[in-house]
């Protein structure tokens, strides 16, 4: 049997080889967990026990035993369907767990909550935009993208348009998004270990980091999905713990909504057609439509997609989890009326009377205020706010891995074995780790105030262009790829030029908080996280600031004119923009240089197309583009077939499309 050791290249028996490499990989981290769960015991904050340390030592542990467990149990025989789409026969509900588990990170724990206690809880009509999003996206697009049997989505991007400048252009996007979120993600959950129990942020990057990197290299996607769907029920579990703890030291919900609505915090309904408005009913619901209609296009949804056994399984896990989108948010949301209700009882907001400098500390500091006396509660917090980050940090490695196969390598490397290939998609699992983390450590390094020139940057200039491209792909039969190029360009330009001049233009202004708690019961203004980065505030989902005068806060704005004007633009509507953007410029451009009229599109490859001969993939019409990967596999298929209609054209030819690739 063919294996790795180090870097030498030896063979030795199948058992024996992956067992002893498995402890190799595995045997340092529990040592390195105990070594930490010390240091954090020295430095422990008020607050925290060992019963807390404990809980959260052995809550990640669980997790890393998943991955090891898969590990184990595919040993003898992994191939890089296996290693990235669980094998293409993973049940529909824990993919659902894993789909949501993915992009409701950390980030929304402590985002969330902190923009309800001081913008209000109108975020959720987001949430809700997003279900109609997700229906829509399951019937249009779930259908093409599984019948394709591919591993990464940009490979759709080159068989639409006939061009692999297309295909990378896409990879490339998505690669640093996913690159610099996952740093992100690494950073924020850092900065929150070390507030509430005194760790390191260089250490806590480093095992987060690790973690990831072992259970995702290990069991691959099986592990993934599988870890998510544990650290998905952590995060359920998180949640209700503060809530329902929360409306018992308050005095109830109805005492919670009571003060909440007295507040000012429940304000879901904002009709303002202004979109320099911040938050309006038609920014967040009508604008995450438009904007998430294309969500199932980043790599990570359209790994779980084609990482169910049929057709039908992908579009129950697409329904299943539509709604549960909502459901954690407004759990979260809910977070932050329980916080904003407790601080009015006791007449002490702790960001006016000096306790914490950013409000995404809020929940921090709930958690010590609510379970100070219930010993465990609190590690049963950080670990599901720790499994939150771990669920997208593994989930977008998993992502890389797939990219940088598929995308980069596989395409100049089509001869190589299976065995080796999926060793290549593990140490491209390792390599994100390095890069995530190198990338953390910059972003550590520089002034809290560019941080959210970062994550808004890179999100503006990445999500907002690649979901035009998507759509413009499958909703225009006439785009071509010199269209794709163009609109994809003019989107970056576009929604970057709006970008940084909303930043850094000093005509605009941010929108104010709320009115805030009272400090009349504030008997001790120190701050209480004296964390190396007091002042950020761009964990959330959103960029916070500092309150100004409610009066006359937004007058500014009648003296912003010319080209500035466009810089009022609430960033709800960025999306939207680079979306239209990339249609209206690619379809121009299309149909200047001539559309398809001498090649015409493939109609499976449009969300249009409707099969009217029968189940199979591509009907009597279909062109021979990707045809033999086209039968649809249903539940009642047996192994051998299902493995076999699963392997696409690509992988089967061991060579490109034979088509010009036209770069």
């Known amino acids: 049997m063919d294996c790795w050791i180090g870097s030498t290249y030896t063979r030795s028996s199948s058992s024996v080889f992956n067992w002893n490499h498995l402890q190799r990989n595995i045997a340092g981290v529990p040592r390195l967990l105990i070594k930490i769960w010390s240091r954090m015991m020295a430095s422990s904050q008020p607050g925290y026990g060992t019963v807390d340390y404990v809980v959260f030592s052995l809550l990640l542990l669980l997790s890393l035993a998943i991955g090891v467990f898969f590990a184990v149990r595919s040993r003898r025989r992994q191939t890089t369907s296996d290693f990235l789409l669980a094998g293409r026969k993973a049940p529909y509900l824990p993919v659902a767990m894993s789909y949501l588990a993915t992009f409701e990170s950390s980030i929304m724990m402590l985002g969330k909550p902190s923009e309800t206690y001081v913008y209000g809880s109108q975020w959720f009509l987001s949430s809700a935009g997003f279900v109609v999003a997700q229906i829509c996206a399951?019937?249009?697009?779930?259908?093409?993208?599984?019948?394709?049997?591919?591993?990464?989505?940009?490979?759709?991007?080159?068989?639409?348009?006939?061009?692999?400048?297309?295909?990378?252009?896409?990879?490339?996007?998505?690669?640093?998004?996913?690159?610099?979120?996952?740093?992100?993600?690494?950073?924020?959950?850092?900065?929150?270990?070390?507030?509430?129990?005194?760790?390191?942020?260089?250490?806590?990057?480093?095992?987060?980091?690790?973690?990831?990197?072992?259970?995702?290299?290990?069991?691959?996607?099986?592990a993934v999905i599988w870890t998510d769907a544990f650290q998905c029920a952590l995060m359920f579990i998180g949640m209700i713990a503060i809530i329902i703890r929360g409306c018992e030291v308050v005095g109830g919900g109805h005492e919670v909504m009571a003060r909440s609505v007295a507040g000012g915090r429940v304000n879901f309904f904002n009709f303002d057609p202004d979109p320099t408005v911040r938050h309006t009913f038609w920014g967040l619901f009508v604008g995450t439509i438009l904007r998430e209609s294309a969500f199932v296009f980043s790599q990570s949804s359209a790994q779980r997609v084609s990482s169910t056994s049929s057709e039908?399984?992908?579009?129950?896990?697409?329904?299943?989890?539509?709604?549960?989108?909502?459901?954690?948010?407004?759990?979260?949301?809910?977070?932050?009326?329980?916080?904003?209700?407790?601080?009015?009882?006791?007449?002490?907001?702790?960001?006016?009377?000096?306790?914490?400098?950013?409000?995404?500390?809020?929940?921090?500091?709930?958690?010590?205020?609510?379970?100070?006396?219930?010993?465990?509660?609190?590690?049963?917090?950080?670990?599901?706010?720790?499994s939150a980050a771990l669920s997208t940090i593994s989930s977008a490695m998993s992502s890389f891995s797939a990219n940088m196969w598929r995308d980069f390598l596989q395409p100049y490397l089509p001869t190589m074995s299976e065995r080796r290939a999926v060793i290549v998609a593990k140490l491209a699992v390792v390599l994100c780790g390095v890069l995530s983390c190198g990338v953390s450590y910059a972003i550590m390094s520089l002034k809290v105030t560019t941080l959210p020139q970062i994550i808004f940057t890179v999100s503006t200039l990445t999500y907002g262009p690649l979901s035009g491209l998507f759509l413009l792909a499958t909703l225009c039969p006439w785009a071509n790829f010199k269209g794709a190029v163009a609109g994809c360009g003019s989107g970056i330009v576009v929604t970057g030029w709006i970008f940084i001049g909303a930043t850094f233009s000093k005509a605009i202004k941010a929108t104010p908080w709320l009115p805030a708690v009272s400090t009349a019961a504030c008997s001790n203004s120190t701050n209480m996280f004296n964390t190396s980065a007091d002042n950020m505030t761009v964990l959330g989902d959103y960029v916070t600031t500092s309150p100004t005068t409610p009066g006359s806060a937004m007058a500014w704005k009648d003296n912003v004119t010319g080209i500035a004007r466009v810089y009022l633009l609430s960033y709800t509507w960025y999306g939207v923009v680079a979306i239209a953007t990339v249609m209206l410029v690619g379809s121009i451009v299309s149909l200047i240089t001539g559309s398809n009229t001498n090649d015409p599109v493939d109609p499976s490859l449009l969300a249009t197309y409707r099969l009217t001969c029968g189940r199979k993939h591509g009907g009597p019409d279909?062109?021979?583009?990707?045809?033999?990967?086209?039968?649809?596999?249903?539940?009642?298929?047996?192994?051998?077939?299902?493995?076999?209609?699963?392997?696409?054209?690509?992988?089967?030819?061991?060579?490109?499309p034979l088509y010009d690739t036209r770069i």
């Not at 093409?144 to 252009?169: D, H, P």
């Not at 006396?373 to 720790?386: N, R």
């Not at 033999?628 to 696409?648: I, N």
């Open 138 to 222: 399951t019937f249009m697009f779930v259908p093409m993208i599984y019948r394709l049997n591919i591993t990464s989505i940009y490979e759709y991007l080159e068989v639409r348009f006939k061009s692999r400048l297309v295909r990378m252009i896409g990879a490339a996007l998505g690669t640093m998004q996913q690159i610099t979120y996952i740093a992100i993600v690494i950073f924020g959950q850092s900065l929150t270990l070390e507030a509430a129990i005194g760790m390191h942020v260089e250490t806590s990057m480093l095992v987060s980091t690790v973690l990831a990197v072992v259970y995702t290299s290990l069991g691959g996607m099986k």
């Open 622 to 656: 279909k062109q021979a583009t990707i045809q033999p990967d086209a039968v649809e596999v249903t539940e009642k298929s047996d192994l051998a077939t299902s493995q076999e209609c699963h392997q696409d054209s690509f992988t089967k030819t061991g060579s490109l």
């Open 312 to 386: 039908t399984q992908a579009k129950k896990m697409m329904l299943v989890s539509a709604p549960a989108f909502p459901l954690m948010t407004g759990l979260a949301l809910l977070m932050g009326l329980v916080a904003y209700a407790y601080y009015d009882k006791i007449q002490c907001d702790p960001l006016q009377s000096g306790q914490l400098s950013s409000p995404n500390q809020i929940i921090l500091l709930l958690v010590k205020d609510l379970f100070w006396d219930i010993p465990g509660m609190s590690g049963l917090f950080l670990a599901s706010l720790f």
